[in-house]
């Protein structure tokens, strides 16, 4: 009994690797549209849907650095023209090649304009998380127009 699951198991295994071989060997116009668009596009060492995402997302802050090999995105001070009593800094990192909530992180700086100084203040989690949310949103929705278009 055990030889015969072994060899319906080995069986199955070996149509299952036919399979993807005559797939590989086929056209290249063969593809199915969807791997256009697959959740792991990188050519940059990190996600790109999430590399782009990020950059459209802070587009109207000042970049300090950015670093697409590491995944990094680093802003200047940024000061919101309605409240010029504070400044804001992130940092984005894309940790993965896949495109996944767990594959970025935000961290936020925040100072606030005391007696003509700059004093750093606490930064709110549910900002990081919004602005997480955010970029996420926009990572997927750049993923399915790739997908439809």
Partial sequence: MVLSGHKTLKGGLLLA?????????????????????????????????????????????????TDSDGGVILTDWYINPNATNERMKLTVTIL????????LRVAASRQTLQN???????????????LE???LTRARDLRRRAISG
Avoid: H
């Fill in 17 to 65: 690797l036919s399979c993807g071989l005559l797939a590989a060997c086929g056209g290249g116009n063969d593809r199915p549209q969807a791997d256009l668009a697959a959740s792991r596009v990188t050519s940059i060492g990190i996600n790109g849907y999430l590399w782009r995402a990020s950059l459209e997302t802070l587009s109207f802050m000042p970049l300090l650095q």
């Fill in 96 to 103: 993965d090649q896949d495109l996944r909530a767990d594959a």
């Fill in 116 to 130: 003509g100084q700059w004093v750093d203040a606490p930064v709110q989690a549910a900002t990081t998380q919004k």
């Fill in 133 to 135: 949310e955010i970029i």
